[in-house]
């Protein structure tokens, strides 16, 4: 077991451009999910996957945010025409499905759009 | 639609006193309801959960909750508090699909 991993860590962008994000998880989960944090609130659900399909997205979600998980496994997480209030902690958690809802997180790319 | 709600943004306790963090939650059928700990610079990190059976959960770090069906809660207890234990918890609950996490309650223990 070694953990979800996202990558990269850090990310400084200029407002407009587009950014992508990729998420690991662990390798028998079956659920992912993407989660927003801004300091000090809680994470935000943004969209989860059972295995390659995406069962929902937050309505919350604007279109220029896009999420894959081809082939049921790595994910990844598209920005597009980034803005200055996309900053945040972008959190990646994957969960054995169903019955056990316990998440493993992975430590978040930190996205700062100037 | 499921929700929660952590009616404290801060909780202040000596090392030493229990301490309590509250935690309601709505969600229709049977919750399956969590506690999640950050510390600073960490990921989040499993404490416990409740899916079903005895209403006393026990988890990691001699934390514990309650389970109070009733009153739609689901509070983490501490029956002695450590200058670690410092730290931002949330509450979270999935009614069967999404996992939907509290705005969180920062913990201060002080020595």
């Known amino acids: 077991d070694t953990g979800v991993s996202q990558n990269p860590r850090h990310k400084i962008t200029k407002r407009g451009q587009n950014v992508t994000f990729r998420c690991d998880p662990i390798?028998?989960?079956?659920?992912l999910y993407w989660y927003r944090q801004t300091l000090g609130q809680g994470p935000e659900f943004l969209t989860y996957f059972q295995n390659e399909a995406q069962l929902e997205k937050s309505r919350l979600l604007s279109d220029r945010f896009s999420a894959e998980r081809p082939k049921g496994s790595f994910s990844t997480l598209e920005i597009q025409r980034t803005e200055q209030g996309d900053s945040a902690m972008y959190l990646c958690?994957?969960?054995?499905?169903?019955?056990?809802?316990?998440?493993?997180f992975g430590s978040g790319t930190q996205l700062s759009v100037l | 639609a499921q929700s929660v709600a952590q009616p404290e943004d801060q909780v202040n306790v000596a090392e030493g006193n229990p301490l309590t963090v509250k935690c309601t939650y709505s969600?229709?059928?049977?919750?399956?309801l969590f506690w999640y700990v950050q510390y600073p610079n960490r990921g989040l990190q499993f404490l416990l959960k409740y899916i079903t059976g005895d209403n006393l959960v026990k988890g990691s770090y001699g934390f514990e909750a309650e389970f109070n069906k009733s009153q739609t809660s689901f509070h983490l207890k501490k029956p002695s508090a450590l200058v670690s234990d410092s730290a931002l918890y949330f509450c979270a609950v999935n009614g069967g699909f999404k996992t939907i996490f509290g705005a969180g309650t920062r913990l201060f223990v002080k020595a």
């Open positions: 390798s028998e989960h079956n659920r």
């Open positions: 969600v229709s059928g049977n919750p399956y």
């Open positions: 958690a994957s969960s054995l499905a169903p019955g056990d809802e316990k998440l493993f």
